[in-house]
């Protein structure tokens, strides 16, 4: 398999640089996608049960608040359990998907419009970050925008601000937005959501230096790294990183590396956002919030916001 021009790009940058950083996105292989899959299931991965359950609570007064006639537009190939519970509360007479990723995106949809016959499936391949023209039969519906998971956590807050005025742009003025946000919480819970007792998690992180060895004709030695998740007060985001254990070198596509005992790939920031942070995030994006459900722990937030 011919390795992604951008994925090599990005790794020879990211080992090159101080600190060395590979973008999260490039997690998601078939290999990480199931990981990923399997940490949403662990009793420690409190987000996406939460996120689910403030769903199922929350879908009738989402249907209230947006009116009839909707698109609703997901920002990512829809999720194969939180997607039904908004399809179902506010029964559009539209559902867009949007994903740079084809394959998974028309499985995915496939999927869906068996399950809602009543339902016009209309998938776009796009790169969401910039403004998508979406399909013409939408043109005239109300949109909703539906951006779960917390995915938002992942971008710095700059970069966050810049893909929710994309999103604007893709929907429209009057256009809603519903979208999960991981709140800031006790140090302890959210460090261990990211470095579950199954070691998944660990797996998810080390599956990015097999990915490079696979795809890179890379000679990272896997059992030289272990796997490191820390909260960074002062950014307010959980960091994933990767720390060798011993002196090594190796190769990427033929260019030499070397790093030191204890040296560090930084992997992910997943950002976590207060009410208040939240609610500011989304004003500098050019969205007003209009309503807000969380859990009873306040461990999890879904905003809907209007543009
Ligand atoms: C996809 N994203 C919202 C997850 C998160 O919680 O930041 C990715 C993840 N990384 C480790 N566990 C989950």
New binding site residues.
């Given amino acids: 398999m011919s390795a992604d021009p951008a994925f090599r790009a990005d790794v020879l940058a990211g080992l090159g640089r101080r600190p060395r950083a590979i973008p999260?996105r490039w997690?998601y292989d078939r290999q990480g996608s199931e990981l990923?899959e399997a940490?949403t299931g662990l009793p420690e991965?409190y987000?996406t049960r939460t996120e689910t359950a403030i769903l199922h609570a929350a879908g009738t007064a989402v249907a209230a608040a947006v009116g009839p006639a909707r698109a609703v537009v997901e920002f990512g190939s829809g999720s194969s359990t939180k997607t039904p519970i908004l399809l179902g509360a506010v029964a559009p007479s539209a559902y867009v998907p949007i994903d740079i990723s084809g394959d998974f995106l028309r499985s995915s949809s496939a999927a869906l419009a068996a399950a809602h016959p009543e339902l016009s499936v209309l998938p776009v391949e796009a790169d969401f970050t910039h403004a998508v023209t979406l399909p013409a039969e939408v043109t005239p519906l109300g949109k909703l925008g539906f951006f779960p998971?917390?995915?938002i956590?992942?971008l710095r807050p700059s970069e966050a601000v810049d893909l929710l005025r994309s999103m604007r742009d893709t929907l429209g003025q009057g256009a809603f937005l519903l979208i999960g946000m991981?709140r800031i919480k006790d140090t302890g819970r959210l460090v261990s959501?990211?470095d579950d007792a199954a070691g998944v998690?660990a797996a998810?992180?080390l599956n990015l230096l097999a990915r490079i060895n696979r795809e890179l004709a890379g000679t990272l030695p896997l059992d030289a790294f272990r796997h490191r998740a820390l909260w960074n007060e002062a950014e307010a985001r959980?960091e994933?990183h990767l720390e060798t254990t011993r002196d090594i070198a190796f190769q990427v596509e033929g260019q030499p590396f070397a790093m030191h005992a204890g040296e560090t790939i930084h992997t992910?920031n997943?950002h976590k956002y207060g009410d208040r942070d939240a609610r500011l995030l989304l004003a500098a994006g050019d969205w007003t919030p209009v309503a807000a459900w969380t859990d009873p722990d306040d461990l999890f937030a879904v905003y809907l916001a209007q543009a």
Avoid: H, Q, R, V
């Fill in positions: 999260a997690f990923f940490i991965y987000p998971g917390s995915t956590g992942n991981d959501a990211y998690t998810f992180n959980i994933m992910e997943s």
